[in-house]
Nanobody, 127 residues
Framework: QVQLVESGGGLVQPGGSLRLSCAASGTALDDYAIGWFRQAPGKEREQVACISTSGGDTFYSDSVKDRVTISSDNAKNTVYLQMNSLKPEDTAVYYC????????????????????WGQGTQVTVSS
């Protein structure tokens, strides 16, 4: 129902910052929950943050809490993930996902609740 395109990844030194974007098309995100996921080689996919685009509720995984901020700009139909103090273990392909999910903000929806996924953007943290 919605097409998602991630951008903003790249190579960054430890301690650096990146701002990832998830641009949506096909429909407005007003009623959607958006999640940011990452997957490193040999590891399971991990949801690092989520947001309700209608209510503004957010939640973060312990692995990135205090280092990342998820936000939405409904006028641009885009969700962002600001990442600071990056570490080598943050290296992964980062994906955004969208779903028409009732969102309470107590925790992120399960990854199986999301319906649409982007193609991913590579983040590499290395010196």
């Amino acid at each position: 129902q919605v097409q998602l395109v991630e951008s903003g990844g790249g190579l960054v030194q430890p301690g650096g910052s990146l701002r990832l974007s998830c641009a949506a098309s096909g429909t407005a995100l007003d009623d959607y929950a958006i999640g940011w996921f990452r997957q490193a080689p040999g590891k399971e996919r991990e949801q690092v943050a989520c947001i309700s685009t209608s209510g503004g509720d957010t939640f973060y995984s312990d692995s990135v809490k205090d280092r990342v901020t998820i936000s939405s700009d409904n006028a641009k139909n885009t969700v962002y993930l600001q990442m600071n103090s990056l570490k080598p273990e943050d290296t992964a392909v980062y994906y955004c996902a969208a779903g028409l999910i009732l969102w309470t903000g107590d925790y992120c929806p399960d990854e199986t609740d999301y319906d649409d996924w982007g193609q991913g953007t590579q983040v590499t943290v290395s010196s």
